[in-house]
T-cell receptor
Framework: GAVVSQHPSRVICKSGTSVKIECRSL??????MFWYRQFPKQSLMLMAT?????????EQGVEKDKFLINHASLTLSTLTVTSAHPEDSSFYIC??????????????FGPGTRLTVL | EDKVVQSPLSLVVHEGDTVTLNCSYE??????LLWYKQEKKAPTFLFML????IEKKSGRLSSILDKKELFSILNITATQTGDSAVYLC???????????FGTGTRLQVTL
């Protein structure tokens, strides 16, 4: 089946630093990738929709200057958390939708990245 | 505003019990409803439902959709400890078909 990877799986950083998370579709091309955030014991909350070659669409309340998304190729999207603060500590999950997919079950999830900001 | 609500929030059962998880939704332009199982990491896909009244089955898991009453249920029979997980319900919304997730039901199956 389709595989989506994320790197790193876990990152600990100091407050004020920036952290980049990569999401890759390993065996398919993804025109659209989605970035979610999940706080402990809460559900996944969509942060932004990333389309290859164009600007990301951010959900209400998500600061686009703080969470920079780049989808430069059909297999890679990156999320950069700029000037991270402890409240940004969370589990970040990406998903990728296969090119030409019509069914909604064709959105494949990465394994997630746990970010801890000290 | 599109909304997906799951109940109960958490559930503890004994191995062998049968459980029913609920998902209700309010979305404009409904297309489908999806169920996922989330253990330690990312959600894994279980079912996609598009039509009312048609049960989908996979082993001990089954699910059905009621588009008139705007809800779906996920049944797990003869539960096992390996069924312990968070079960998420999601509905595609908007033109980008992004997924709106419910709150999730945390299921714990004990021996």
């Amino acid at each position: 089946g389709a595989v989506v990877s994320q790197h790193p799986s876990r990152v600990i950083c100091k407050s004020g630093t920036s952290v980049k998370i990569e999401c890759r579709s390993l065996d398919f091309q993804a025109t659209t990738m989605f970035w979610y955030r999940q706080f402990p014991k809460q559900s996944l909350m969509l942060m932004a929709t990333s389309n290859e070659g164009s600007k990301a669409t951010y959900e209400q309340g998500v600061e686009k200057d703080k969470f920079l998304i780049n989808h430069a190729s059909l297999t890679l999207s990156t999320l950069t958390v700029t000037s991270a603060h402890p409240e940004d500590s969370s589990f970040y999950i990406c998903s990728a939708r296969a090119q030409g997919a019509g069914g909604y079950n064709e959105q494949f999830f990465g394994p997630g990245t746990r970010l801890t900001v000290l | 505003e599109d909304k997906v609500v799951q109940s109960p929030l958490s559930l503890v059962v004994h191995e062998g019990d049968t459980v029913t998880l609920n998902c209700s939704y309010e979305v404009t332009n409904f297309r489908s409803l999806l169920w996922y199982k989330q253990e330690k990491k990312a959600p894994t896909f279980l079912f996609m439902l598009t039509s009312s009244g048609i049960e989908k089955k996979s082993g001990r898991l089954s699910s059905i959709l009621d588009k008139k009453e705007l809800f779906s249920i996920l049944n797990i029979t003869a539960t096992q400890t390996g069924d312990s997980a968070v079960y998420l319900c999601a509905v595609p919304t908007g033109t980008a078909s992004k997924l709106t997730f419910g709150t999730g039901t945390r299921l714990q199956v004990t021996l």
